[in-house]
């Protein structure tokens, strides 16, 4: 799939509301809409998850997006069930909140090709029952946020995270992989790329210095708190 400057600015519109692109988003999607191996390192507050929202509506099948919180994933899908007029199942969260009628609207959703987006804990896609169910329809790509969990140098090691690579050969043959993290030293960054078997992606790292912030010291006055304000 390939789409020009003109379609993906007016797609970025029409479902975000952006005029434009932020930074490196524009050439990391276009490189996950084409289907390659993507390794995106961006500060927080860069516009990670918009390098796979985007792409993930655009093209054919369900985004499997692999987050280590309950909280940012219901963030995430609340957010993007506000942005589309249709279906609140364009984005669904699979994990052990959910009750059985809950699992099953979800997968319901995938079969009928209204959830572009399907956000999983990485303990939940060890679990058989959704390996099986998952193999039976079209993935369009795996996202894997917060990749710095893979690594065992890293400060948020997830043990279930260094099992992802097994669990999506097993999902289907050649889905793309899309890894993003904010931080990665280089040590960490070897480790992601090893573990996920993606030693081909493309590298998108943006600049982590921010001119907007600076550290300032003032003498103290009487008016503490109007002065912090």
Not at 24 to 38: A, P, R
Not at 102 to 114: A, F, L, M, P
Not at 138 to 161: L, M, N, Q, T
Request: charged letters at 25%.
């Amino acid at each position: 799939m390939v789409l020009n400057d003109t379609e993906l600015q007016t797609s970025l519109k029409k479902y975000f509301g952006f005029s434009s692109f932020k930074g490196l988003q524009e050439k990391v999607i276009k490189n996950v809409i084409e289907g390659n191996n993507t390794f995106v390192i961006m500060p927080t507050g860069g516009g990670k998850s918009l390098c796979y929202q985007l792409p993930a509506l655009l093209k054919e099948g369900t985004a499997i997006v692999v987050s280590p919180l309950i909280a940012l994933m219901k963030n995430q899908v609340d957010a993007l069930r506000g942005i589309s007029t249709n279906e609140d199942g364009v984005a669904h969260v699979l994990n052990s909140s959910l009750n059985k009628s809950e699992v099953k609207q979800v997968k319901q959703d995938i079969v009928d090709g209204i959830t572009k987006l399907l956000y999983v804990a990485p303990e939940s896609l060890t679990k058989e029952e959704y390996i099986k169910f998952l193999q039976s329809v079209k993935i369009s790509f795996v996202a894997i946020d917060e990749a710095h969990c893979i690594s065992e140098w890293g400060h948020d090691f997830r043990p279930e995270y260094r099992n992802l690579r097994p669990i999506i050969d097993r999902l289907g043959e050649n889905i793309p992989i899309i890894g993003l993290t904010a931080t990665a030293t280089p040590k960490v960054q070897e480790d992601i790329v090893k573990n996920l078997g993606i030693q081909d992606a493309a590298l998108f790292k943006a600049s982590f210095n921010r001119p907007n912030l600076f550290y300032e010291v003032r003498p103290k006055t009487k008016n503490v708190e109007a002065d912090i304000i």
